[in-house]
């Protein structure tokens, strides 16, 4: 795992239409982590981008692997009941009811993740944890008293 001060990680955050004439992108920073393993999937957000998904409705995030790789991941709320995965070359985006989270968030800060299940064609369902990181509002919230 690497820290954020490791000069070994590559890391940008772009806003999806923020390109300038020169080709260079203008980057949002955002602090949206996500962790998968076999069919787990783990999306954790802090505060901050917490606000700009309820206002929003959308969060970017991307990797730059290399000069010519950059992998974008993108969370969005939707006016549905079920979840939904749009995957395309290099990139996804991961789709909650709006309702679901809206409820959710309503009762932080919380420990627990609203769990979600995405069903694939294969019949093996993709498990989804949505996370609100509630240690920088427990830290600012000590810094407070």
Not at 42 to 65: C, I, K, N, Y
Not at 113 to 135: H, K, M, S
Request: aromatic letters at 4%; hydrophobic letters at 40%.
């Amino acid at each position: 795992m690497y820290r954020r001060s490791d000069p070994r990680l590559i890391r940008i955050k772009c806003a999806p239409a923020a390109m300038h004439d020169n080709g260079v992108r203008t980057c949002v920073v955002a602090d949206m982590k996500v962790q998968s393993a076999g069919q787990h999937l783990r999306v954790r957000v802090d505060e901050t981008d917490l606000a700009r998904l309820l206002a929003q409705g959308d969060l970017d995030d991307a990797t730059q692997f290399g000069p010519d790789t950059l992998q974008h991941r993108r969370l969005a709320l939707i006016d549905s009941d079920a979840p939904r995965l749009d995957y395309a070359a290099g990139s996804w985006r991961l789709c909650l009811p709006r309702d679901a989270v809206e409820r959710f968030v309503t009762s932080r800060p919380r420990r627990d993740a609203l769990e979600l299940q995405l069903w694939a064609d294969t019949g093996t369902p993709l498990a989804v944890a949505f996370e609100v990181d509630i240690r920088r509002t427990s830290r600012s919230e000590q810094a407070r008293r």
